[in-house]
């Protein structure tokens, strides 16, 4: 991948493995972490927040990237995704959408417990995608 420091990414892979330990998934025992580098070069991390009512439950990517919101910044330029699995996961659908609303040039790197990595442009992840252009 063009651009990005190999350091950035174990750091990246570092804190989405550390913020999983945070999940609140008692119901899915699923512990997922996330971490957002921003065009700036700084880092929010999420988890994912589960619910007794399960519908609401909140992925990790999602909470890397509002927590990256709250925090004034706009532009992602990675995300980095743990899942508790032996292969990579990619996020799912929803987060899908989030992220290409603030990063649809982003690359995804998706890590797990074995040794593979999957890296995708978001792009790849939401062809075609429903954005802001859709509007006008
Ligand atoms: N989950 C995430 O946080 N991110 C993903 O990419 C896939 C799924 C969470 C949602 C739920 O808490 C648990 O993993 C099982 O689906």
């Known amino acids: 991948m063009a651009n990005i420091d190999e350091k950035m990414i174990e750091k990246l ?3 989405a493995m550390q ?3 945070n999940a609140y998934c008692p119901y899915s025992k699923f512990p997922v972490g996330a971490a ?3 065009e700036r070069g700084d880092i929010f991390t999420g988890c994912n927040v589960e619910n007794a ?3 609401l439950t909140v992925c990790a990517e999602r909470n890397a990237v509002f927590h990256m919101i709250a925090e004034g910044q706009q532009q ?3 995300v ?3 899942t ?3 292969t990579p996961s990619a996020p799912c659908g929803a987060c899908r959408q989030v992220i290409n609303e603030f990063g649809p040039a982003a ?3 998706c890590v797990c417990d074995g040794p593979d990595r999957l890296q995708v442009s978001l792009a790849e992840l939401l062809p075609n995608s429903f954005d802001r252009s859709s509007l006008e």
């Open 13 to 15: 892979v570092e804190q």
């Open 19 to 21: 913020i999983s330990r």
């Open 36 to 38: 957002v580098l921003t």
């Open 53 to 55: 009512s399960l519908g």
């Open 76 to 78: 992602i330029v990675v």
């Open 80 to 82: 980095v995704v743990y």
């Open 84 to 86: 508790p699995t032996p």
């Open 107 to 109: 690359q995804i790197i």
